[in-house]
């Protein structure tokens, strides 16, 4: 599929994504911005896949900082995703 939204393609729009990674149990959505790059899994570097959900409202401003998401961490059953 050539519009395939995936690890090392560039974000092209910013919203919410979610998370096609059936290796290892992944959050199941990520907020990402326009041009950034989709993250990739930290456990095993392979493609993760991404469909965008919600759409950023127009006009968003970024904050004076940016945080780049490199890689997803895998969640461990009975782990906190917010314990992190």
Same mark, same amino acid.
């Given at each position: 599929?050539?519009?395939?939204? #995936?690890? &090392?393609?560039? =974000?092209?729009?910013?919203g919410?994504? @979610?998370?096609?990674?059936?290796?290892?149990?992944?959050?199941?959505?990520?907020?990402?911005?326009?041009?950034?790059?989709?993250?990739?899994?930290? #456990?095993? &570097?392979?493609? =993760?896949?991404?469909?965008?959900?919600? @759409?950023?409202?127009?006009?968003?401003?970024p904050?004076?900082?940016?945080?780049?998401?490199?890689?997803?961490?895998?969640?461990?059953?009975?782990?906190?995703?917010?314990?992190r």
């Amino acid at each position: 599929m050539a519009n395939e939204l #995936r690890t &090392g393609c560039a =974000v092209p729009a910013p919203g919410i994504y @979610s998370v096609s990674h059936p290796q290892h149990r992944l959050p199941q959505e990520v907020t990402l911005l326009k041009d950034h790059l989709f993250p990739r899994c930290s #456990r095993c &570097g392979e493609s =993760v896949y991404y469909t965008l959900v919600r @759409s950023a409202p127009a006009g968003i401003r970024p904050y004076s900082f940016i945080v780049n998401l490199y890689e997803l961490p895998e969640l461990v059953e009975g782990e906190s995703s917010l314990a992190r």
